[in-house]
């Protein structure tokens, strides 16, 4: 395609998609579109929805026999995996951030996994081929993970925890273990006269009355969304203590609305606080170019619509995770944990290192897909996701694991000639946002 040609697409998908978020917080957009210029895995990151425009132009291939409408993350590259801590107080690493969750092929997570990997490559100056065993190395470590499900009748307990994870995996769940919840609540937070309130800062400002007192509603609305099993003891844990407006989130969610809840936790001792972000629900990236008349009639907002996904998606969910709106907007709910600790690729740099990195994110991977939460209700999707995959596989393993390298890495080719072209064309003023 010309290079005039391309820049057109990109400039339309990325109009479409973030326009109403442009209109209502121009200078956070243009934040947004500076981090996405400064590198093309960055710009990669903040386009899921050009990636989408791209894949679903392409024919099912390797997902038939139900696996093309499966639950998928929506956004599955190599920076959204990390620890977190489970219903039943474990630490987990696993695929974190479920915004953009949806249903679709089993495929389209693996690609956009195979495109980040290999931009990472790239910035890492790893030759193609060192590039392409990687890509090679998950996919098998997922069809691997996909044969262990299909061979037994009940796996729901298979995590990745400090009890097996090797490597800079192990390292992260190793470093989230000596991580204190006091440290985070003294880090957003301040005790006057023996009650705590969060600090006042550019990202957590005071909400006037009115706008208060709807965030508290929407919190009380938020708490019926718990699941029986993860409520706590309604007449201690959830007293609300203090609402801030947040802002200062990453790339996927500027100028989206926010708040941080602060509310009491497992007793009345001040280090026992909990932290919650009640954050305004995007429109999933794979929305917008597939068929969506099924799945809108099942929700009631976009907020509910996440939490389902993360729950048909992942074992043993955050206790807190659940949902709300906000003048009928939808809002997702979850706690700012401080176990969280996200996998960090600076100094994961030589081949060896990253095999053993992929062959967990591999597992991972497999998990969400084919393993979903006690709690999740869902009916969209009936079958039994391994053998949906395992059929479409069948007499064709190797030949699917060498068409994901060599998808991966033409992919991201062309990412990094879009990211050149989003660069020039964010500058010129094409993008429906001053640069300046």
Known sequence: M????????????????????????PT??????????????????????????????????????????IWIHGDLHVENFGTYLNSHGRLIFDVNDFDEAYLGRYTWDLQRFAASLALIGWQKALPEEAVRRLIARYARSYLAQVDHYADVDDDEDFAITLENATGPVLGALERARMLRRADLLDSVTVVTGGVRRFIEDESAQRLDREHRAKVVAAFRAYLDTIPESKRFDRDL??????????????IGSAGLPAYNVLVEGYSQALDNDVVLSMKQANVPAVSRFVDTEEVDSYFEHEGQRTIVSQRALQVHTDPLAGHTSIDGVGYVV????????????????EPKQMQVVVDHLGRATAKIHCASD??????????????????SVKGGRREFVDWLGQWGIDYALRVREDHALFVDAFREGKMGIAAT
């Not at 391309?6 to 973030?18: K, S």
């Open 2 to 25: 010309p290079r005039a040609d391309r820049t057109a697409v990109i400039v339309e998908v990325l109009r479409d998609a973030f326009a109403p978020m442009m209109r209502a917080d």
């Open 28 to 69: 956070a957009f243009r934040a947004k579109y500076r981090k996405m210029a400064s590198d093309p895995h960055a710009f990669y990151r903040g386009t899921a929805c050009l990636f989408y425009a791209d894949v679903t132009q392409e024919e099912a291939g390797w997902a038939q026999h139900g696996a093309e409408r």
């Open 237 to 250: 844990f959830y007293e609300l203590r203090d609402v801030v407006s947040k802002s200062g989130f990453g």
């Open 334 to 349: 979850s706690e700012v944990s401080p176990y969280e600790v996200d996998l960090d690729w600076g100094d994961i740099n």
């Open 374 to 391: 006690e709690d999740s209700q869902q009916d969209l999707v009936d079958i039994s996701v391994e053998d949906a995959v395992i059929a």
